[in-house]
């Protein structure tokens, strides 16, 4: 890794040289708290099931068929999460960066994969990547969407496919074979039999080892004729290719479109989707390529960059925990993906992790993100869109959830509805669409219960987005009864250090913190926006909840 990047910063000197006087007249943004990805409050979003902006549920490519019970497009888009942004929900909840499912146009007709019709509503059935699907928007709304994101000092990720194409319909004819195989199904026993085949049948698989050079399919060029934008594309491409010198095979292509969202509307992250299906050094690529045109884009518009960060990518390595390190076993190979392309995984292993005490898991997560992971992070979740086995799949347990995903070690991501107890139990609904019901608007507005739970994630979301100490920092345990632990985080001249006491009495109590405030200093509990001294390394707050926040009163 450390031979690419070496290469990489030679290969964009010329480039990032160009941006330094342009940066000296116009320098990044200041935020009162810098933006520590790997203590970022992520929430991960469906396009389709999240927001509507006009409740209209437009109907596209002649979609009309019935499909299977939440597995058609239910009007969610773009503008829809804009107008969440604008109205300030994701501020309140403290989130600091969203992740949506894919936006390219899909694929126009439905499939039945044994669980009812379903169209490409989850974004992941990609027929052109150089387009945004109508269900979701246009490429005005996204920038839209964006520019508002950065104006609250939110990053937004893009979730990118490389692995395969959508299925093959009568609408929708398969690509060459030169860019896909159709066969065999993956058995997953070794590398080769999760690599080299489809994930299911009718899911053509692209040759992602392939250096092979070769045409744009007919169907693709034909609909770039018809939309007038054919010769445009083909420069564009024609430029790509020159400049890196790849061959025109499949993969090149893919990461071509996908970077270009970067280069267009400045796009701070890529989540990759089916990562372990694809060789390795497809992701190595992609970052490269990802960090090329995030340059491109900052030094294009110098006056929107918010600050120093590089860009970030995430994989989705299916099965991969934390307790791995950075490799992730096949069985007859072990791949770091750290190493080739990732900042990021999601960690599978975190909804299991859960079920033990405060301690177990906070020091645990901590002393691996210092150590063997150090340098990198994970994504750590507790429910999601294609796992069945979420933590509380009845949402019972929602304040426990809130507590243990927002206060560990790593990056939170925070399904949509996990805060408002958004129901993952669907009756009627096959497989994973139980897990994929538009937001609960209506309870958020109506429910006590409801605005109670979302209330907790909130303080602890705004806690955690104004403290990169508490999913970046190194973790110490103070007390054992009343649990008390700090997090601490240094970077160049910025530190950040918080104390945090839960499941204490409610009424007076008295908080040790050790050696992170010294005695006379002001303290607020960022819970009950109480404010006190400390006082013989403790301080006392006095507050009718469980839960104490402690940061240094500015």
């Known amino acids: 890794?450390?031979?690419?990047?070496?290469?990489?910063?030679?290969?964009?000197?010329?480039?990032?040289?160009?941006?330094?006087?342009?940066?000296?007249?116009?320098?990044?943004?200041?935020?009162?708290?810098?933006?520590?990805?790997?203590?970022?409050?992520?929430?991960?979003?469906?396009?389709?099931?999240?927001?509507?902006?006009?409740?209209?549920?437009?109907?596209?490519?002649?979609?009309?068929?019935?499909?299977?019970?939440?597995?058609?497009?239910?009007?969610?888009?773009?503008?829809?999460?804009?107008?969440?942004?604008?109205?300030?929900?994701?501020?309140?909840?403290?989130?600091?960066?969203?992740?949506?499912?894919?936006?390219?146009?899909?694929?126009?007709?439905?499939v039945d994969e044994g669980t009812g019709l379903s169209y490409g509503f989850h974004g992941y059935w990609a027929?052109?990547?150089?387009?945004?699907?109508?269900?979701?928007?246009?490429?005005?709304?996204?920038?839209?969407?964006?520019?508002?994101?950065?104006?609250?000092?939110?990053?937004?990720?893009?979730?990118?496919?490389i692995n395969h194409t959508g299925p093959v319909t009568e609408k929708d004819a398969v690509w060459p074979p030169d860019w896909v195989r159709t066969g065999p199904q993956c058995d997953y026993k070794n590398f080769v039999g999760t690599t080299e085949c489809t994930l299911v049948a009718n899911l053509p698989d692209v040759l992602t080892e392939s250096e092979k050079e070769v045409a744009l399919p007919p169907f693709l060029i034909k609909k770039w004729k018809k939309e007038g934008r054919y010769e445009k594309e083909i420069a564009?491409?024609?430029?790509?290719?020159?400049?890196t010198g790849y061959p025109r095979a499949p993969k090149y292509y893919i990461i071509k479109w996908l970077t270009d969202y970067i280069v267009e509307f400045g796009i701070d992250g890529y989540r990759a989707d089916t990562v372990k299906h694809t060789d390795e050094k497809v992701w190595a690529a992609f970052q490269k390529e990802c960090l090329y045109a995030f340059e491109v884009w900052k030094k294009n518009n110098p006056t929107k960059v918010l600050?120093?960060?590089?860009?970030?990518?995430?994989?989705?390595?299916?099965?991969?925990?934390?307790?791995?390190?950075?490799?992730?076993?096949?069985?007859?190979?072990?791949?770091?993906?750290?190493?080739?392309?990732?900042?990021n995984m999601i960690n599978f292993e975190f909804?299991?992790?859960?079920?033990?005490?405060?301690?177990?898991?906070?020091?645990?997560?901590?002393?691996?993100?210092?150590?063997?992971?150090?340098?990198?992070?994970?994504?750590?979740?507790?429910?999601?869109?294609?796992?069945?086995?979420?933590?509380?799949?009845?949402?019972?347990?929602?304040?426990?959830?809130?507590?243990?995903?927002?206060?560990?070690p790593g990056i939170s991501q925070v399904y949509y509805g996990d805060e408002s107890g958004r129901s993952l139990v669907i009756e009627g609904t096959q497989g994973d669409a139980t897990l994929r019901s538009f937001m609960n608007w209506g309870a958020i507005k109506t429910n006590p219960e409801t605005q109670k739970t979302l209330a907790h994630w909130q303080k602890l979301?705004?806690?955690?987005?104004?403290?990169?100490?508490?999913?970046?920092?190194?973790?110490?345990?103070?007390?054992?009864?009343?649990?008390?632990?700090?997090?601490?985080?240094?970077?160049?001249n910025y530190n950040d250090q918080v104390v945090v006491a839960l499941d204490v009495k409610t009424g007076k109590k008295e908080i040790p913190v050790g050696s992170i405030f010294k005695n006379g200093t002001t303290v607020r509990d960022a819970y009950s926006n109480q404010t006190a001294k400390v006082k013989n390394g403790k301080v006392i707050i006095d507050s009718n909840f469980t839960f104490v926040l402690l940061e240094a009163k500015k």
């Open 1 to 110: 890794m450390k031979k690419q990047t070496i290469a990489l910063t030679l290969a964009l000197s010329t480039l990032v040289g160009g941006m330094a006087s342009a940066q000296q007249k116009q320098a990044p943004k200041k935020e009162t708290t810098p933006f520590v990805w790997e203590g970022a409050n992520l929430y991960f979003l469906m396009t389709d099931r999240f927001n509507d902006d006009n409740n209209q549920k437009e109907i596209y490519f002649d979609r009309t068929k019935t499909p299977g019970k939440l597995r058609g497009f239910e009007g969610g888009n773009l503008k829809g999460i804009t107008q969440k942004i604008e109205e300030g929900y994701f501020t309140k909840l403290g989130i600091n960066a969203i992740w949506m499912t894919p936006i390219v146009e899909n694929i126009h007709e439905g």
């Open 127 to 161: 027929k052109d990547w150089t387009a945004l699907d109508p269900n979701f928007g246009t490429k005005e709304d996204l920038a839209d969407l964006v520019k508002k994101a950065h104006a609250k000092g939110i990053r937004i990720v893009l979730d990118g496919v």
């Open 236 to 243: 564009s491409l024609d430029a790509f290719f020159k400049r």
């Open 307 to 343: 600050d120093n960060n590089p860009f970030y990518t995430i994989a989705e390595v299916y099965n991969y925990g934390i307790s791995g390190g950075q490799d992730f076993d096949f069985g007859d190979k072990k791949i770091n993906y750290f190493q080739n392309g990732f900042n």
């Open 351 to 408: 909804k299991w992790d859960a079920k033990n005490d405060y301690e177990s898991i906070f020091s645990k997560y901590s002393s691996k993100l210092n150590n063997e992971l150090k340098g990198y992070s994970v994504l750590n979740y507790l429910s999601s869109h294609d796992d069945g086995a979420p933590f509380d799949p009845k949402r019972e347990k929602t304040i426990e959830s809130s507590t243990k995903l927002l206060l560990s």
């Open 461 to 492: 979301g705004q806690f955690r987005r104004n403290h990169p100490s508490v999913g970046a920092g190194v973790h110490q345990k103070i007390a054992e009864a009343p649990y008390v632990f700090s997090r601490q985080y240094t970077k160049g």
